[in-house]
T-cell receptor, first 111, second 112 residues
């Protein structure tokens, strides 16, 4: 069964550093998403991406964040200058229609 | 008022019990409803998805949506210890590309 994959599973970085989180969505899906979940809190939407452009973003997704689909299979989330409060699980998801399938997540720890 | 409300639990039931999990919401624009299962520090796993009101059944799981009451439910029949997890409801106002708004999740424990 096809699934969304994410790398790395855990990333530790220092405050102010740039990080890139990588995702390989399910191959015939058209819509791609990033969400995050701070420990003990609910899953929060960051951004959706369709046809090589952002279709929707939340207020969390400020100028420090960017997304890219550099080739036909990968989908990336970049955080330019990480803050302590960026520590969270980051989930990539993809969909053909409205039902979204999530990857296993990348745990980002900012020290 | 939160957009999506879900009792965090924990909910503890004996093996074989019928489990009822519920969410209420305030945004009448929501039309697409999903239930996810999440194990600790793992990604949400899609269990059920429905559009608009009505019931949908898949194996031991039944999802119900009552848009007039802004209330959705997930029933689990013949619950097993392996069903122990956090169950998340999620919903969106439109189809592909639209953000999901999640509840906080209900922690379920099925005991032997």
């Amino acid at each position: 069964e096809p699934e969304v994959t994410q790398t790395p599973s855990h990333q530790v970085t220092q405050m102010g550093q740039e990080v890139i989180l990588r995702c390989v969505p399910i191959s015939n899906h058209l819509y791609f998403y990033w969400y995050r979940q701070i420990l003990g809190q609910k899953v929060e939407f960051l951004v959706s991406f369709y046809n090589n452009e952002i279709s929707e973003k939340s207020e969390i997704f400020d100028d420090q964040f960017s997304v890219e689909r550099p080739d036909g299979s990968n989908f990336t989330l970049k955080i330019r200058s990480t803050k302590l409060e960026d520590s969270a699980m980051y989930f990539c998801a993809s969909s053909r229609a409205y039902e979204q399938y999530f990857g296993p997540g990348t745990r980002l720890t900012v020290t | 008022q939160k957009e999506v409300e879900q009792d965090p639990g924990p909910l503890s039931v004996p093996e074989g019990a019928i489990v009822s999990l519920n969410c209420t919401y305030s945004n009448s624009a929501f039309q697409y409803f999903m239930w996810y299962r999440q194990y600790s520090r793992k990604g949400p796993e899609l269990l059920m998805y429905t559009y608009s009101s009505g019931n949908k059944e898949d194996g031991r799981f039944t999802a119900q949506v009552d848009k007039s009451s802004k209330y959705i439910s997930l029933f689990i029949r013949d619950s097993q210890p392996s069903d122990s997890a956090t169950y998340l409801c999620a919903m969106s106002a439109a189809g592909g590309g639209n953000k999901l708004t999640f509840g906080t999740g209900t922690q379920l424990k099925v005991e032997l």
